[in-house]
């Protein structure tokens, strides 16, 4: 699990199994500790200037996308913890992104600027940019990584990446800002929440 902190740092925690938490909690009781044993983490990356509000696995499961306000994106090797990216992709907070799972190297992100930006971490460079027109709250990509979806203000847009960053429809159907995004688990239906009743 990798989790992003307003303290400038991302770490990643294992995820116990049952069996282990349940050694953990009668190891805690038998020493006489009413609470719950802490998690170490097993990374912590601490190169963000900013906040990190954005925190994903790449498809590879071996390094870690981080976003943060600092306005840039970093890819980082699990197993050292070295900076393998390190990108000002934005110029204003990054609130945002998302990994490709189809490529290794693709990731998205959506910043408070306006922009939903495609990088391609082979060249280490943004490929593709598009306009939201108002502060991008959450980003998704479909699984084959041809189109994106982006929701800021009370709008949801979907993009073609094959044609440029065409925008291919926008949707509106919230009174109040769209903050949040997910594809059902077959991707037929989109799921959205805002700040509306």
């Keep these: 699990m990798c989790v992003g902190f ?13 069996q282990q938490k349940d050694m953990d909690l ?9 609470s719950k044993p802490k998690k170490r983490p097993l ?14 696995f790449m498809r590879n499961l071996y390094q870690v996308m981080t976003a943060s306000d600092d306005a840039h994106v970093r890819i980082f090797d ?8 390190k990108l000002k ?5 990054i609130r945002s992104g998302c990994t490709s799972i189809s490529s290794d190297d693709l990731i998205l992100t959506g910043s408070y600027d306006h922009t939903v930006k495609m990088t391609d971490c082979r060249i ?28 800021g203000g009370n709008s949801i847009k979907i993009w073609d990446v094959l044609k440029g960053g065409n925008l291919i429809h926008t949707m ?16 037929k239906y989109l799921l959205s929440a805002g700040l509306d009743r």
């Design 6 to 18: 307003d303290s400038n740092h991302a770490k990643v925690y294992p995820i116990m199994e049952e």
């Design 124 to 151: 280490n460079s943004v490929v593709m940019s598009v306009d939201h027109g108002e502060p991008v709250e959450n980003v998704l990509m479909f699984p084959s990584s041809n189109m994106i979806i982006s929701c």
């Design 172 to 187: 509106i159907n919230h009174h109040k800002t769209v903050t949040s995004l997910a594809f059902s688990h077959n991707y």
């Design 89 to 93: 992709a934005h110029k204003d907070y």
């Design 43 to 56: 990374r912590k990356f601490d190169d963000h200037l900013g906040p990190v509000h954005v925190c994903k």
């Design 78 to 85: 699990l197993a050292t913890s070295s900076t393998i990216m």
């Design 26 to 34: 009668e190891e805690a009781e038998s020493s006489g500790s009413a």
